[in-house]
Nanobody, 123 residues
Framework: QVQLVESGGGLVQAGDSLRLSCAAS????????MGWFRQAPGKEREFVAA????????SYAESVKDRFSISRDNAKNTVYLQMNSLKPEDTAVYYC????????????????WGQGTQVTVSS
C-alpha cells in the first residue's frame, strides 16, 4: 500500500514563505518522479512542479518558477516544495504526486496522489 503524506501547509500572509514536505512509503521510489499539483476552489487541478529521481529533469509551472523550488531526499523518499513570495492566488490544496518516467505537467502522468495540504495566503 503506497502512502503519500503531505505536511507544511498553513495560513500565511502575502510575501511569506512555506515549505511543504511529502513522505512516501510502501515501496521503493527510486527512479520515480515526484512532484506537486494544486487545486484552488472552483478551479481545475493544475501542475506546480516535479523532479526526476536523479534531479536531472525538473519542471515548473510558469506561474511559480521564479518563486518555488522543488527538491527531494531520495534516501528518505521525501519531496519538498519551497514556496517563497507567496501570493493570494497561490491559495489552494497542494497534492503530492508520484509518477513513472520524466516529469510531465498532466495529472495522467502520475500514479499516486496524496490527500493534500491546504495553503492559504491572505492579502
Amino acid at each position: 500500500q503506497v502512502q503519500l503524506v503531505e505536511s507544511g501547509g498553513g495560513l500565511v500572509q502575502a510575501g511569506d514563505s512555506l515549505r511543504l514536505s511529502c513522505a512516501a512509503s510502501g515501496r521503493t521510489f527510486s527512479t520515480y518522479t515526484m512532484g506537486w499539483f494544486r487545486q484552488a476552489p472552483g478551479k481545475e487541478r493544475e501542475f506546480v512542479a516535479a523532479r526526476s529521481w536523479s534531479g536531472g529533469s525538473t519542471s515548473y509551472a510558469e506561474s511559480v518558477k521564479d518563486r518555488f523550488s522543488i527538491s527531494r531526499d531520495n534516501a528518505k523518499n521525501t519531496v519538498y516544495l519551497q514556496m517563497n513570495s507567496l501570493k493570494p492566488e497561490d491559495t489552494a490544496v497542494y497534492y503530492c504526486v508520484v509518477g513513472i518516467g520524466k516529469p510531465v505537467t498532466t495529472p495522467q502522468g502520475y500514479v499516486y496522489w496524496g490527500q493534500g495540504t491546504q495553503v492559504t495566503v491572505s492579502s
